[in-house]
Every structure is written in C-alpha cells, then in structure tokens.
C-alpha cells in the first residue's frame, strides 16, 4: 500500500490517499479544498479507483472537497454520527469560517462506531473515538501494516494536540481520549495528523508538552 500525503485547503489540511494498485483500489482520508486536483493524477497514474473516502471528523477543512469527490468517485463516506450536524448542516460552523469559505453538505453513507472493525484495501481497519477537540473526531487504525498506521484526524499532533475551544471541544475529554485510544497503540505506531508532520506513538508519549503518557 502506498500512502500519499496531500496537504490542501486554506489551513494547509492533510489529506491522505492511500493507494492498492495491485488491487486497483484507493481510499482519500479527509478531504480539504482543492485536494481532488491532487488525487486525481495519482489515481490515473497508479490504475486505481477510489472507493472509499473517511471523514475524520466533521470540521469545515477535512469536509470543504468531500462534496466534489464523491461526485467525482461515488466513493462510499465513513464517519461518526456525533458530528452529524456539522457534516449535514455546515453553516453552524459560520462563526468560526474564515471569510468567503463555503461548505457543501455531506451525507455520510455509514457512520462508524467505536470499535467497529471494517476491511478495507485488504486490510483490517479499526475504529477509535477520540473526542474533545470535537465530538466525532475517529480515528483509523491499520494493525496489519509494518509499522501499524493511525489516521488520528486533529486529535493529536506531533508535538501538540488538536484545539479545544470550538463549540463541543474539552481537553479534558481530549487527554482522556489521547491516553485511552492512542496512546494504548503499539509504540511504533506512525501516526498521521490532521496537519503537520506525522510522528509516533511512542514519541508522543514521551516528550508531547500537552498529554505525556
């Protein structure tokens, strides 16, 4: 599998396309502005379809391209009920909406659950519920991979964590969620944030200035 980072949008948002190009299939993780421009040219290169797209959490940044992707794709959505209204009603997010930006709603075709395990590009895909920086930020976790991979969406950064002060964000909940649903991840596990540089578990377990293990 070949993972391909495609920072997009306004805020430079992180989308990820992993792609199976001996099974002809790829899956978009998130999907800021403008990012369909970037995959694409890969899907063409690499002979693969996209039939999946998972929406980490339902902020404007990881959801403002996903409207044109599956018009583009008919790729199946996954994400969790709890940020169902900023998925389908994203005008509640207008007061923290950068001037001029507009947001698509989306209609998920599954909403995931905490636990839920699911195979995807030949591999087994779990689910984890990481709020507090919003109420449905999941994570997808891929065990099978060497190192294993987690797709964290903006709960956990390198060297930082995802903000709080959005309507339904807590770092209270947001530690315990880190602690119970990431950092109980092998150490080696690559983790890929929502923006920046991705990092590991164990890294962040040691030195994140903000929840140390």
């Known amino acids: 599998m070949n993972v391909h980072v495609l920072p997009a949008g306004p805020i430079e948002t992180n989308a990820y396309l992993l792609t199976a190009p001996e099974r002809g299939e790829a899956i978009l993780v998130d999907a800021p502005e403008g990012v369909w421009a970037d995959v694409r040219p890969i899907l063409a290169e690499e002979k693969c379809r996209l039939v999946e797209l998972w929406l980490t959490h339902g902020h404007w940044d990881h959801t403002q391209g996903a409207a044109e992707i599956v018009r583009e794709t008919k790729a199946k959505v996954r994400a969790h009920a709890d940020d169902r209204i900023l998925f389908e009603t994203p005008e509640v997010m207008s007061l923290f909406l950068p001037p001029g930006v507009?947001?698509?709603?989306?209609?998920?075709?599954?909403?995931?659950?905490?636990?839920?395990?699911?195979?995807?590009?030949?591999?087994?895909?779990?689910?984890?519920?990481?709020?507090?920086?919003?109420?449905?930020?999941?994570?997808?976790?891929?065990?099978?991979?060497?190192?294993?991979?987690?797709?964290?969406?903006?709960?956990?950064?390198?060297?930082?964590?995802g903000r709080t002060d959005f309507?339904?964000?807590?770092?209270?909940?947001?530690?315990?969620?880190?602690?119970?649903?990431?950092?109980?991840?092998?150490?080696?596990?690559?983790?890929?944030?929502?923006?920046?540089?991705?990092?590991?578990?164990?890294?962040?377990q040691r030195s994140n200035p903000y929840v140390r293990a």
């Open 102 to 161: 507009k947001v698509a709603p989306m209609f998920p075709d599954h909403w995931v659950a905490p636990g839920e395990t699911f195979e995807a590009l030949g591999l087994r895909v779990e689910v984890r519920h990481v709020p507090g920086h919003c109420p449905g930020n999941v994570l997808f976790y891929l065990a099978a991979l060497k190192p294993p991979q987690a797709y964290v969406g903006d709960a956990l950064f390198a060297g930082s964590v």
């Open 167 to 204: 309507p339904g964000g807590s770092m209270e909940v947001l530690a315990n969620s880190i602690h119970r649903q990431i950092y109980t991840l092998p150490p080696d596990t690559i983790v890929y944030p929502g923006h920046g540089p991705a990092t590991t578990v164990g890294t962040e």
